[in-house]
C-alpha cells in the first residue's frame, strides 16, 4: 500500500469577515519563516484588497507561536543564485520583497498587525510595515540581521529610525537587540500592548472599527504619511490642501457632518 504524501500546506490563510480580510502566516512549524509561496500568497491577498470595495480592512498575523520569523534560511531562502552559487539576494528582494512591502504601504486600506509572537528579521520589518500595530505581551521584535552579517531589509532602515529615533534605530540594527513588547511600545514601535489571550479579540474590534470607518480618509492619510519622510514643509502642505479638497467633495465627508451635526454615529459606506 502506497504511503500517502502530507498535504502541501497553504502558507496564508485567508478569511474575509465583514469588511476585514484576515491574512494569517500560516507555516508554524517554522515560526511562519517566509518562502517564496508564502510571499507570493501575501502579494495576491494585498492586490485582492486593493481590487475589492467590499474589503476595508486588512488584518496580518501569524499562526502558532510567533508571528514570522524571517526568511527560511534552512529552507534554502527564496531562490535566485549568483554566479558564485550562492542565492542573488538583491534580485530576490528586487523580485518578492520589495513589492510586497510597496503594496502593504501603498494599499489605499488600512493594515493592521497582530503580532502573536516573535517577530525576527525579516518578520519584524513585515510588521512595521503595517499602519497599527498591536502586539501581544509575550511578542518581541528582534532586528538579528548583523548575526548572519547582513542588514536590515523590508524597509527596516526606513521603518526604525522613523519609529524609533535614529540613535534608537542605529542600536537595534547594529547591535541585533531583541525588543519586547512592552519596551517596543514604549520606544513607539507598537500602538499598543495587550494579554496573550485577549490579542485577536482586541485586533478585530479595531479593524471591525476601521472597516466601518472613513475609507478613503485613512487613503488619504496613509498617501500623506508615505510623503512625508521627503516632502519639504511647503510641498506637504500642498499636498494636504490637495488631498483636503478631494474629500471634501466624498459622500463619507458629507455624511460626517450630517452625522456630527444630529448628534448621531456616522455610517460610512467608504465612498
Not at 96 to 101: A, D, K, S
Not at 172 to 179: D, E, K, Q, R
Request: hydrophobic share 45%; with cysteine; net charge positive.
Amino acid at each position: 500500500m502506497p504511503v500517502s504524501q502530507p498535504m502541501e500546506e497553504t502558507p496564508v490563510l485567508a478569511a474575509l469577515d465583514g469588511g476585514v480580510l484576515v491574512l494569517t502566516l500560516n507555516r508554524p512549524q517554522r515560526l511562519n519563516a517566509m518562502i517564496q509561496p508564502l510571499i507570493m500568497a501575501l502579494r495576491q491577498q494585498i492586490a485582492r484588497a486593493a481590487a475589492d470595495s467590499a474589503i476595508r480592512c486588512v488584518l496580518l498575523t501569524g499562526s502558532g507561536r510567533g508571528f514570522c520569523a524571517g526568511a527560511d534560511l534552512a529552507a534554502g531562502g527564496t531562490g535566485g543564485a549568483g554566479t558564485d552559487g550562492r542565492p542573488d539576494v538583491g534580485e530576490v528582494m528586487e523580485r518578492l520583497y520589495n513589492p510586497l512591502i510597496r503594496a502593504i504601504r501603498d494599499l489605499p486600506k488600512p493594515v493592521i498587525g497582530a503580532i502573536n509572537g516573535v517577530a525576527a528579521g525579516g518578520g519584524a520589518n513585515l510588521a512595521l510595515a503595517c499602519d497599527i500595530l498591536l502586539a501581544a505581551r509575550s511578542a518581541r521584535f528582534d532586528q538579528a540581521f548583523v548575526r548572519i552579517s547582513l542588514m536590515p531589509d523590508l524597509g527596516g532602515t526606513w521603518f526604525l529610525p522613523h519609529n524609533v529615533g535614529d540613535a534608537r534605530a542605529r542600536a537595534l540594527a547594529m547591535l541585533g537587540t531583541s525588543v519586547p513588547a512592552d519596551e517596543a511600545h514604549r520606544m513607539g514601535m507598537v500602538w499598543q500592548v495587550v494579554e496573550d489571550g485577549a490579542l485577536m479579540d482586541e485586533a478585530m474590534k479595531l479593524a471591525r472599527r476601521m472597516a466601518a470607518g472613513p475609507t478613503l480618509s485613512y487613503a488619504a492619510i496613509k498617501q500623506a504619511m508615505n510623503r512625508a519622510g521627503t516632502n519639504t514643509l511647503d510641498q506637504q502642505l500642498d499636498h494636504e490642501a490637495r488631498m483636503q479638497k478631494a474629500l471634501n467633495q466624498t459622500a463619507d465627508h458629507k455624511e460626517g457632518v450630517a452625522a456630527f451635526l444630529a448628534k448621531r454615529p456616522a455610517n460610512f459606506q467608504g465612498r
